[in-house]
């Protein structure tokens, strides 16, 4: 094989992005755990560290972004570079499954386990009656060792709403990538657009509903085992929604510029990827934390 026939693969310069975005994730972390930690008091600045973090990590992220446009778009990619990126992102995705499936599995551990073994099932030993004999095995658990009370979610409401829309969405992203394919730019970018406006509507509908709950319904972070799963996974999924709508809008401007063929667009088809990644994982919750 002569050497022309070699495809070249672009190593790209030494980057800071990923000290950025490893700086950002760790002012979350801080700052979220401060920020819980202190609910009840109000105090300390964890807040306002999350807030840091995260604002942070969307300057990493649209930064990081203009750089690889900018590769992409100068012709340094291959066919080789191409399939390092599918497999990054088939990575990327695979690690994303494992971080909801932690949190699905302490639900179902505190749902199918703990609560069951505190009401007295399976346990010889009655260490149950020690350590809350008034304790009733239910779900969803609504009351605390405290003594107070919350109300559960129901699914109906702004959840089935949400459920209807990201569903929806799921279809219109499939609908722009179908328009991508056969190079309908206008109904690329009617598709696209209106799955970006149907994500931004979940984002605030899930806002309102955290409003209700805390204002209306007194559950709250602090409310249980029931409270700290129900916000665990439905606020991780909210982050992830805002990441996607993110990335939908960065595909979105790109399409705006003349950006993609039918031929060369795995950027597009990445985000498509994670979008319906987001909305599988939202059925579950809707099923498993709403539902059930």
């Given at each position: 094989m002569s050497s022309k026939d070699y495809e070249t693969y672009y190593v790209p310069e030494q980057s800071h992005w990923p000290i950025v975005g490893a700086l950002a994730l760790f002012l979350i972390a801080i700052g979220a755990g401060s920020y819980v930690?202190?609910?009840?008091?109000?105090?300390?600045?964890?807040?306002?560290?999350?807030?840091?973090?995260?604002?942070?990590?969307?300057?990493?992220?649209?930064?990081?972004?203009?750089?690889?446009?900018?590769?992409s778009m100068s012709g340094k990619y291959s066919a080789q570079m191409d399939t390092s990126f599918r497999q990054g992102m088939s990575w990327f995705i695979f690690s994303e499954v494992m971080f909801f499936a932690a949190f699905f599995g302490a639900l179902f551990y505190a749902r199918m386990l703990s609560v069951p073994w505190l009401g007295g099932e399976g346990n010889n030993f009655e260490t149950w009656n020690v350590l809350w004999p008034e304790f009733q095995a239910s779900w969803p658990l609504i009351k605390t060792p405290a003594g107070s009370e919350t109300e559960a979610m129901g699914w109906y409401g702004l959840p089935l709403i949400n459920t209807i829309l990201l569903l929806t969405s799921s279809f219109t992203a499939h609908?722009?990538?179908?328009?991508?394919?056969?190079?309908?730019?206008?109904?690329?970018?009617?598709?696209?657009?209106?799955?970006?406006?149907?994500?931004?509507?979940?984002?605030?509908?899930?806002?309102?509903?955290?409003?209700?709950?805390?204002?209306?319904?007194?559950?709250?972070?602090?409310?249980?085992?029931?409270?700290?799963?129900?916000?665990?996974?439905?606020?991780?999924?909210?982050?992830?929604?805002?990441?996607?709508?993110?990335?939908?809008?960065?595909?979105?401007?790109?399409?705006?510029?003349?950006?993609?063929?039918?031929?060369?667009?795995?950027?597009?088809?990445?985000?498509?990827?994670?979008?319906?990644?987001?909305?599988?994982?939202?059925?579950?919750?809707?099923?498993?934390?709403?539902?059930?």
């Open positions: 930690a202190n609910l009840d008091t109000g105090e300390g600045v964890g807040g306002y560290i999350l807030l840091a973090g995260i604002a942070l990590i969307i300057y990493m992220m649209f930064g990081w972004f203009t750089n690889v446009i900018d590769e609908f722009a990538h179908v328009a991508l394919e056969h190079n309908k730019r206008a109904a690329l970018k009617a598709w696209l657009g209106l799955t970006i406006i149907l994500g931004s509507i979940f984002l605030v509908l899930q806002v309102v509903e955290y409003q209700h709950a805390y204002a209306e319904m007194d559950l709250t972070l602090t409310s249980g085992i029931y409270g700290n799963t129900f916000y665990m996974l439905t606020g991780f999924h909210g982050m992830h929604v805002t990441l996607g709508t993110i990335m939908l809008i960065v595909m979105f401007l790109r399409v705006s510029r003349g950006h993609f063929t039918p031929d060369n667009h795995f950027a597009f088809q990445a985000t498509s990827w994670y979008w319906h990644f987001v909305d599988v994982v939202w059925v579950l919750l809707f099923v498993f934390v709403y539902i059930l």
